[in-house]
């Protein structure tokens, strides 16, 4: 039986996402876009109300929620503001790693002090030279004793100087390929860590993007995530569960762009009567809505089947990639809606187009999901 209803609690948490969202996150999202500060008293007020770090298992003291129970989350949340909510979904992206791969000793401290105190941390993956091409990377770990060694940049690296610590991919055998990468939990305030300027940004300016140096950082053995070579596996198996979630803050930013549309439409006349009497207007809102619910359908169905314990590289691939391109295109159309208006900072459409354009390039570009739904397609039905 198929049942696309939501469950008592899950209805509980898009409500509270959904009342905090309007009351916190809205009402702030002009200023921090203005000012591309970050967004401290919000993220702390989210912690207060449970909802950050909800997929830390109970055993740690976390709510031990759902992939899907984030993406009903993350939308509600992104819908107000997604500069915001990519601030508090950072944390989503260093911890499934740890989900992923941790010891039981390693998920009690980095995972359990994320609930003890309104904490941070961050995905140290991306390079300068090295984006969707991981193996690129030049970030090194070399073992001394009880100890790695770290040496190495990273870049574009979401909420570098406000985290607790880094989730941080290495080589520790070069020659070997991505076999020979490995994954490190490192404490943000090691000896040898510079955190570069702020990146400003063309949308979600509020996230705090920067680059990370590593200069001879000393990490304990017991820090590392995994066994050595395991860390390309750990890292990519991580996006298995935060794409479907990246994927739903999409849903979340162009649902908030087609009401501003449709609100839009039905006030403003043109040839004495409402714009969304037009056709043309008319039949561009139908889109969004048609579009919108598919992206929700692919994300909902990409975060149920790792839920379930299934593979879903190539779902949460398809979900990613169809609701990131939904984001801009819908995003571009409200600004279309809007004529003049639209391309005004004073209407709040000419922001979401902005913020749009990053989902179809972090978390791997559209091109990148278009390239590991071919692969799953071809490689695995052989």
Same mark, same amino acid.
């Given at each position: 039986?198929?049942?696309?209803?939501?469950?008592?609690?899950?209805?509980?948490?898009?409500?509270?996402?959904?009342?905090?969202?309007?009351?916190?996150?809205?009402?702030?999202?002009?200023?921090?876009?203005?000012?591309?500060?970050?967004?401290?008293?919000?993220?702390?007020?989210?912690?207060?109300?449970?909802?950050?770090?909800?997929?830390?298992? $109970?055993?740690?003291? /976390?709510?031990?929620?759902?992939?899907?129970?984030?993406?009903?989350?993350?939308?509600?949340?992104?819908?107000?503001?997604?500069?915001?909510?990519?601030?508090? $979904?950072?944390?989503?992206?260093?911890?499934?790693?740890?989900?992923?791969?941790?010891?039981?000793?390693?998920?009690?401290?980095?995972?359990?002090?994320?609930?003890?105190?309104?904490?941070?941390?961050?995905?140290?993956?991306?390079?300068?030279?090295?984006?969707?091409?991981?193996?690129?990377?030049?970030?090194?770990?070399?073992?001394?004793?009880?100890?790695?060694?770290?040496?190495?940049?990273?870049?574009?690296?979401?909420?570098?100087?406000?985290?607790?610590?880094?989730?941080?991919?290495?080589?520790?055998?070069?020659?070997?390929?991505?076999?020979?990468?490995?994954?490190?939990?490192?404490?943000?305030?090691?000896?040898?860590?510079?955190?570069?300027?702020?990146?400003?940004?063309?949308?979600?300016?509020?996230?705090?993007?920067?680059?990370?140096?590593? $200069?001879?950082?000393?990490?304990?053995?017991?820090?590392?995530?995994?066994?050595?070579?395991?860390?390309?596996?750990?890292?990519?198996?991580?996006?298995?569960?935060?794409?479907?979630?990246?994927?739903?803050? =999409?849903?979340?930013?162009?649902?908030? =762009?087609?009401?501003?549309?449709?609100?839009?439409?039905?006030?403003?006349?043109?040839?004495?009567?409402?714009?969304?009497?037009?056709?043309?207007?008319?039949?561009?809102?139908?889109?969004?809505?048609?579009?919108?619910?598919?992206?929700?359908?692919?994300?909902?169905?990409?975060?149920?089947?790792?839920?379930?314990?299934?593979?879903?590289?190539?779902?949460?691939?398809?979900?990613?990639?169809?609701?990131?391109?939904?984001?801009?295109?819908?995003?571009?159309?409200?600004?279309?809606?809007?004529?003049?208006? /639209?391309?005004?900072?004073?209407?709040?459409?000419?922001?979401?187009?902005?913020?749009?354009?990053?989902?179809?390039?972090?978390?791997?570009?559209?091109?990148?999901?278009?390239?590991?739904?071919?692969? $799953?397609?071809?490689?695995?039905?052989?």
């Amino acid at each position: 039986m198929v049942d696309f209803s939501l469950s008592e609690d899950q209805k509980e948490f898009q409500k509270l996402a959904r009342d905090f969202a309007q009351k916190e996150v809205a009402p702030a999202a002009a200023h921090y876009d203005e000012t591309a500060e970050y967004p401290h008293d919000i993220i702390k007020k989210a912690w207060e109300a449970g909802l950050m770090n909800n997929h830390v298992p $109970e055993e740690f003291g /976390g709510n031990g929620l759902h992939t899907l129970d984030g993406c009903i989350i993350g939308e509600e949340i992104s819908a107000a503001c997604t500069g915001i909510g990519t601030a508090m $979904e950072a944390n989503m992206l260093a911890e499934c790693p740890v989900l992923v791969a941790g010891t039981h000793d390693q998920k009690k401290d980095f995972l359990g002090r994320m609930i003890d105190a309104p904490l941070l941390a961050a995905y140290c993956v991306t390079e300068p030279d090295a984006g969707s091409d991981v193996q690129g990377i030049r970030t090194t770990a070399k073992k001394v004793g009880d100890e790695y060694i770290i040496n190495g940049s990273k870049m574009w690296i979401t909420n570098a100087s406000v985290a607790n610590w880094f989730f941080v991919l290495a080589y520790t055998d070069k020659e070997a390929g991505v076999r020979g990468m490995s994954a490190f939990l490192v404490e943000a305030n090691s000896p040898g860590i510079t955190v570069g300027k702020k990146e400003m940004n063309m949308g979600q300016r509020c996230s705090d993007t920067r680059g990370i140096t590593f $200069e001879n950082v000393k990490v304990p053995a017991k820090n590392l995530l995994g066994a050595e070579g395991q860390g390309f596996k750990i890292a990519m198996a991580a996006f298995d569960l935060s794409r479907p979630i990246v994927a739903a803050a =999409a849903v979340g930013l162009a649902r908030g =762009a087609m009401e501003q549309a449709i609100q839009y439409a039905g006030a403003r006349r043109t040839f004495g009567k409402p714009i969304a009497a037009h056709q043309a207007v008319s039949f561009m809102i139908a889109d969004m809505a048609k579009d919108i619910e598919a992206a929700r359908l692919l994300v909902w169905h990409s975060a149920w089947l790792i839920d379930q314990g299934q593979r879903n590289t190539k779902h949460a691939a398809m979900a990613k990639c169809f609701a990131a391109d939904t984001a801009m295109r819908v995003a571009t159309d409200a600004v279309q809606i809007f004529g003049g208006n /639209g391309y005004s900072k004073e209407y709040p459409v000419e922001k979401l187009m902005r913020d749009a354009k990053i989902f179809q390039i972090y978390e791997g570009t559209s091109q990148i999901q278009r390239v590991i739904i071919a692969k $799953e397609i071809f490689d695995r039905n052989r």
